[in-house]
């Protein structure tokens, strides 16, 4: 039983071993009683396809990268990558999809995942939390390779698939929420200028406060970790001691900054109301809690899996661009 092999199924089906690897390997030119015939034959005799040489028939690794260009401490302490990387698995596994993780900083790693993606070694690629300088959009269409972002990639964007959410919009719309309040000095923690993300939520900000005639001034740049968001409400705080509001583009950085402020007596919201961004569990438990913006990352996640799959079957080579609503979620910390 267990050295079944394709001549036996073919053998049993009655049916030729070309039918039968077609059959086997989803080939479309396999009429219904044939291949109802093989699927009863491998169930009957055990049967397993050698993968190398299912490989060789259907140029298929049945693996699919998740490429992050990120330094392996972020990955594994901001909650975005986790629950991207479970819902891509997910969806993937429903399709026999093996996941191959690629964390790669820039530089020498970042050359060695290109060399990988080059090498054949998967059917497509997923891409979360490209720079500007990666220029990952570019490579994979030059390579031809299927592939999916999560996020708007900063260059090549018209070149492949991706699902965002306007980042822009639930920037400008939770600012909204500190001039609403009264807050007339209000500043920010960006995240990385060298990321759509980070570029859209500090765009929306600003406009908020250009809207309001309020200035727009009080800017220091964050690298969406909770360490850096500390660090940046320390300097936000020494250039701008009399700011009243405060816009951190990620939750992991208002955490952090939440901290710099009980330690310089600055009491929220009654001193200086607070908001974040993300809503992905550590709003939820920070003191107080964080006003936020839920960034829908499973739905986002789910889409660009759909997106590299429908590139996998052959149903589309246009690349496809959807954007989700962000959504506003008020709690006591502003």
Not at 10 to 34: E, W
Not at 89 to 117: C, F, H, K, N, W
Not at 166 to 173: C, I, P, S, Y
């Amino acid at each position: 039983m267990s050295s079944a092999t394709l001549d036996d199924v073919a053998r049993l089906a009655g049916v030729s071993r070309a039918t039968a690897s077609r059959a086997i390997n989803g080939g479309s030119r396999v009429s219904a009683k044939a291949a109802e015939a093989v699927a009863v034959a491998v169930a009957t005799l055990g049967y397993t396809p050698n993968p190398a040489a299912r490989s060789l028939v259907t140029r298929r690794t049945d693996s699919v990268a998740m490429v992050i260009p990120e330094a392996d401490e972020r990955v594994f302490a901001d909650p975005f990558f986790a629950r991207t990387l479970r819902i891509v698995t997910r969806a993937l596994s429903s399709r026999d999809l093996q996941v191959v993780l690629l964390i790669a900083r820039p530089g020498e790693e970042e050359d060695r995942m290109l060399r990988y993606l080059r090498g054949g070694h998967i059917d497509g690629a997923i891409v979360v939390s490209s720079h500007r300088s990666d220029l990952l959009a570019d490579h994979v269409a030059d390579l031809g390779l299927p592939a999916a972002f999560v996020g708007r990639p900063w260059t090549g964007a018209y070149r492949v698939s991706y699902a965002d959410t306007d980042n822009f919009a639930g920037a400008r719309e939770v600012t909204q929420v500190l001039i609403d309040r009264g807050c007339r000095r209000i500043g920010t923690i960006t995240g990385p200028a060298d990321m759509s993300a980070g570029a859209d939520r500090v765009a929306g900000w600003r406009a908020a406060l250009d809207a309001a005639g309020l200035a727009a001034d009080a800017v220091v740049e964050g690298d969406f970790t909770e360490d850096g968001g500390e660090a940046a409400c320390e300097i936000l705080l020494g250039s701008h001691p009399d700011i009243d509001g405060l816009m951190v583009a990620s939750d992991l950085m208002a955490a952090g900054a939440l901290r710099t402020l009980g330690r310089a007596g600055r009491r929220v919201p009654d001193d200086i109301a607070v908001v974040g961004y993300d809503d992905l569990g550590i709003a939820e438990r920070t003191t107080p809690p964080l006003t936020t913006v839920k960034n829908p990352i499973g739905d986002m996640a789910e889409e660009a899996a759909r997106l590299l799959l429908a590139q996998l079957d052959g149903t589309t080579t246009i690349p496809r661009r959807v954007v989700f609503a962000p959504e506003l979620v008020r709690r006591t910390s502003a």
